[in-house]
């Protein structure tokens, strides 16, 4: 984000608190039926529109750095595999042996010298190519050129691998992101060092819990004990671009910032930045954390979500500053996220299945809630509409 955009965020929020405005609001009450959150054949349009022709992140880059290094879906609906290759480039596979299909790795994470199946043995170079069959003799017309590991779209951009079923989705993440992007470059996003990363299973649809987070109307009353200390009399704003929203929080320190010139306003310092990507990552931006959280579906109530910390190196030297990564970690992933904003998303999915309702209202501080529903619907009207002509 260039520095005059971050001098222009600012000044919004604190209009917005001179004007005793907790946010920019929208123009009209909004409603979205329950049928989004528990409609199995909508799940499944969504599985064929949105999380097969877009990109999706794959991985930060930090966990990519090695020759060898490599990371594996978290989703067992699209079984990837990506690794860094020895002349250091970032290919995508599927994670499953040419023979019989068996995966080849079931680690998240780690590093290897070559693919090898655990079933038969085969051996894949790096670069995805059959290097050894067991017992070659059996297979005496196979070619190994013919049986190298399937491999998938995938491009570093952003300080992120992305990868999607879909060769053109991922031809331009730049374009994808819009203006957005910058603001992982400006950020040096890169640059950060992975801390944790968690996965647990929420009974919950995806949508419903990437939806807990793009509004602050709850903040006062769920976060009570949490957040609400760190955004007391906080401003919300926001921002989209394409089927990507940018919020941004101004934190209780806010006003703080006009003691200095505007020359050495550093957004960070004062608040916090919220981006939801499109179609599953929702990321946010602490002065001095990164929390990237994905969310990956299995059924219309039950979710894969994984939360990973990344933060900068110089920042938390020594174990004080492991310690305080820690603690940071807990409040964040346990506390805030699966104690409170979860399981009461959980609450409200178990709710679904007993009446009650049809429907949900959103008051005008909830807009971005349709913003990101209406992304989802757009995309699945084009997407079946392109299947109609052909």
């Not at 608190?17 to 199995?40: A, C, G, H, L, N």
């Not at 594996?72 to 599927?94: C, H, I, L, M, T």
């Not at 670069?127 to 005496?140: A, C, V």
């Amino acid at each position: 984000m260039k520095h005059d955009e971050q001098v222009a965020i600012v000044k919004r929020l604190l209009a917005l608190r001179e004007s005793r405005r907790d946010q920019e609001m929208f123009d009209e009450v909004k409603t979205i039926p329950v049928s989004k959150y528990t409609d199995t054949a909508l799940l499944d349009q969504e599985l064929a529109s949105a999380f097969t022709r877009y990109p999706l992140i794959a991985s930060h880059t930090a966990a990519l750095r090695e020759p060898g290094s490599y990371v594996a879906s978290d989703w067992d609906q699209f079984p990837y595999v990506v690794v860094r290759g020895e002349d250091g480039k970032v290919r995508g596979f599927y994670n499953q042996c040419r023979h019989r299909g068996a995966r080849l790795l079931s680690e998240r994470s780690g590093a290897i010298k070559n693919f090898i199946c655990p079933f038969h043995g085969w051996v894949y170079g790096l670069n995805g190519e059959l290097k050894g069959i067991t017992r070659s003799q059996d297979f005496p017309c196979v070619d190994k050129s013919d049986y190298g590991l399937v491999e998938l779209p995938v491009t570093e951009s952003g300080g992120f691998v992305w990868i999607s079923r879909t060769p053109d989705a991922i031809s331009d993440i730049p374009a994808f992101m819009g203006r957005f992007h910058d603001d992982l470059e400006s950020f040096e996003v890169a640059n950060l060092v992975r801390y944790k990363k968690t996965k647990v299973v929420k009974n919950a649809n995806w949508k419903l819990l990437i939806k807990t987070y793009l509004e602050g109307y709850h903040v006062p009353y769920l976060h009570r004990d949490t957040l609400a200390t760190a955004f007391k009399r906080g401003q919300l704003a926001y921002d989209k671009d394409g089927p990507h929203i940018r919020m941004m929080a101004g934190r209780t320190n806010l006003t703080d910032i006009t003691a200095k010139p505007e020359a050495e306003w550093r957004i960070l310092d004062h608040v916090s930045i919220y981006y939801t990507l499109f179609p599953n990552t929702f990321f946010i931006l602490h002065p001095d954390y990164v929390s990237v959280n994905t969310f990956w579906p299995q059924a219309p109530d039950r979710t894969i979500w994984t939360h990973e910390m990344l933060y900068r190196a110089e920042d938390f030297n020594g174990s004080s500053g492991q310690s305080a990564l820690e603690k940071r970690f807990r409040f964040t992933n346990d506390t805030v996220f699966d104690q409170e904003d979860f399981a009461i998303a959980e609450e409200v999915q178990r709710n679904l299945l007993h009446g009650g309702s049809d429907h949900h209202v959103l008051g005008l501080s909830e807009g971005l809630l349709a913003m990101f529903q209406d992304n989802i619907d757009e995309r699945l009207a084009i997407h079946a509409a392109q299947g109609t002509e052909r």
